[in-house]
């Protein structure tokens, strides 16, 4: 499950996850028993990989850990949302209970276990530490966008509108977007040359080459001029369809943060896009 969304109790905040949780664990310090009146159960992202509509109020407190943590919160319903220190750079912590589906994220760990009161329920096969858990290895930084889409057609249906020109001209780019393609030169090393053209009237010149191809299973095209990147799309069998793997790298951290919330909605845009083109051809899998 690579994208979650989630929000505030009155609604005035909402937030999309593009990407999956770096780790999840039961908080049991003082902080956390205050903002809940319980422990809270957190999950650690990438920061450039969560998009929140509406802007939230903040709080400032130096926790046990000795670290300085911004709490992040709705300033209509109070309902606490996030949070993030400068010990852990590139990270954001959600409160797993703001998620649309918070079963989707299980905690691995009980921490700041001696706060605890008396009557907590602590899970007893999780790990549990007695304060701030030792420092793990700091999470390889993100610089790709992943994202994954089932669609009710075989890898074989899937994979001929990744690889004919004139469709790919139909469902290519983020909403709004038409496409003409100067060369299409289908083969490891072969070029594309489009032009998109953007709602606005704009016109985007893009080089990309060809770098992976297996028919049913794997497409891959890396994108030459302005962003540098390299686009892989990866098909696998799952019951009546195919689940689709989109993953867009970039060549640093830097240059995927600086875009990382235009990728992701331009990217989800266009794997709907691609969904819509293989059905409108082939129709639902057949049983």
């Not at 977007?177 to 490891?188: E, G, M, R």
């Amino acid at each position: 499950m690579t994208e979650r969304q989630g929000g505030c109790l009155c609604g005035h905040i909402r937030f999309r996850l593009s990407a999956e949780p770096i780790g999840a664990r039961v908080c049991w310090c003082r902080d956390c028993q205050r903002i809940a009146a319980n422990g809270t159960v957190n999950a650690l992202f990438p920061a450039g990989a969560i998009e929140i509509t509406g802007t939230p109020s903040e709080f400032i407190r130096t926790a046990g850990s000795g670290n300085p943590v911004r709490r992040r919160f709705c300033p209509q319903c109070g309902c606490h949302l996030f949070a993030d220190t400068p010990s852990y750079p590139g990270v954001v912590v959600v409160r797993v209970g703001t998620l649309d589906e918070p079963s989707s994220v299980r905690p691995a760990a009980n921490i700041w276990r001696a706060s605890a009161p008396a009557w907590a329920c602590l899970d007893s096969s999780l790990p549990a530490f007695d304060g701030q858990p030792p420092r793990a290895a700091p999470p390889e930084p993100v610089r790709s966008d992943e994202r994954s889409l089932w669609i009710a057609a075989s890898p074989a249906q899937v994979y001929a509108a990744l690889c004919d020109a004139d469709r790919v001209a139909r469902w290519w780019g983020p909403d709004g977007f038409a496409n003409t393609i100067h060369q299409f030169d289908l083969k490891p090393g072969g070029s594309w040359l489009l032009t998109m053209h953007g709602p606005d009237g704009t016109d985007y010149p893009n080089e990309s080459r060809f770098t992976r191809l297996v028919p049913g299973a794997l497409f891959e095209i890396e994108h030459l001029n302005s962003h540098h990147f390299v686009l892989t799309i990866s098909l696998q069998a799952d019951g009546r369809g195919t689940m689709v793997h989109w993953r867009q790298t970039f060549d640093t951290v830097e240059h995927y943060q600086r875009i990382a919330q235009f990728v992701a909605a331009a990217n989800q845009q266009n794997l709907l896009r691609l969904q819509a083109e293989v059905l409108g051809a082939s129709g639902p899998a057949p049983d």
